[in-house]
């Protein structure tokens, strides 16, 4: 059985920093594209970062550039996203979202990744 599971969200304030972290597992997941997407509370789904089965291939959405830095272990089905200079409109469920196809070429689409974590909240006073 197939699980991703999400970790690392908290309360922080404006300007600082947090890092979250996914694992999926139930199989081998280090060949296939991961990502992160966000949503708030009565907003749609937003792209967050992508990252491809060696890491050379990576995608942010146009708020995380500059700020947000998605990488992940080789040879694992881990992902780690590191946040810094966070705002307040970065409050958000982040999840964490799986390919079920090794060595497809990234994509900002949700509907692309068919496993998907319960999200972690990360929340930003400011």
């Known amino acids: 059985q197939v699980q991703v599971l999400e970790s690392g969200g908290g309360l922080v304030q404006a300007g600082g920093s947090l890092r979250l972290s996914c694992t999926a597992s139930?199989?081998?997941?280090?060949?296939?594209?991961m990502a992160w997407f966000r949503q708030a509370p009565g907003k749609e789904r937003e792209f967050v970062a992508a990252i491809n089965w060696s890491g050379a291939v990576i995608s942010y959405g146009d708020f995380a550039k500059g700020r947000f830095t998605v990488s992940r272990d080789n040879g694992k089905s881990t992902m780690s996203l590191q946040m810094t200079d966070l705002k307040f409109e970065d409050t958000a469920l982040y999840y964490c979202?799986?390919?079920?196809?090794?060595?497809?070429?990234?994509?900002?689409?949700?509907?692309?990744?068919?496993?998907w974590g319960q999200g972690t909240q990360v929340t930003v006073s400011s």
């Open positions: 979202a799986v390919d079920s196809t090794p060595y497809r070429r990234i994509s900002s689409h949700g509907d692309e990744y068919a496993y």
């Open positions: 139930g199989r081998s997941f280090y060949k296939n594209v």
